[in-house]
């Protein structure tokens, strides 16, 4: 986790061509039409390259808390093109995205990070992450939390183990979460 050049490691034909992410376009492409995206916690911005690609006309933002994953990502997507920062404030967007961010989100953090992520979605939320009906618990170092409870009314829908086979951990508590803001 404290290596400076993790981001690097993410920008890859098999990060580009993970199975998950088909998942997250697609889950996406049900609020559709959509006018902007907003990753929050977009690491090195394969997320959106992807949505770029398949949406060339709208808007495109990421954010990272991460400086060093910002310019990686800068620097892969094309500044011209893509929103990235490390200030989160900035953006509001039709459908606002996270992929394993909230695994890092503390049980006691998690129910401001989902209202924040509310506040920044004019449409819905799409986030791939892990959870579990039994509530929020540390699961080998990450946050597995309860979707249901916190955003009532979300769809969350198991990913598939061929989608992610060179993990356990994803594939017992990795699900795609929709909910709808509006």
């Known amino acids: 986790m404290w290596d400076r050049d993790w981001s690097k490691s993410y920008i890859s034909k098999d990060s580009l061509n993970h199975p998950h ?3 997250i376009l697609n889950a996406i492409s049900q609020y ?31 954010y990272d808390i991460s400086f060093d994953a910002v310019k990686e990502a800068i620097a892969f997507v094309g500044s011209r093109t893509v929103k990235i920062t490390n200030d989160i404030r900035i953006f ?45 618990f540390v699961h080998e170092g ?17 990913i598939p183990p061929e989608a992610w086979p060179e993990s356990e951990n994803w594939k017992e508590y990795g699900n795609i979460i929709t909910y709808e803001t509006s």
Request: hydrophobic share 35%; charged share 25%; net charge positive.
């Open 21 to 23: 992410r088909k998942l």
């Open 32 to 62: 559709e039409p959509c006018e902007s995206v907003y990753e929050v916690g977009c690491g090195a911005g394969v997320n959106l390259k992807l949505l770029k690609n398949k949406y060339p006309e709208i808007k495109i933002y990421g």
């Open 92 to 136: 509001n967007a039709d459908i606002v995205l996270t992929d394993a961010t909230a695994i890092y989100v503390s049980g006691s953090n998690i129910k401001s990070f989902i209202e924040m992520l509310k506040h920044y979605a004019n449409k819905a939320i799409v986030m791939c992450e892990w959870h579990s009906d039994k509530g929020a």
């Open 142 to 158: 990450h946050w597995v939390h309860n979707y249901k409870e916190l955003l009532p009314g979300c769809k969350v829908e198991k």
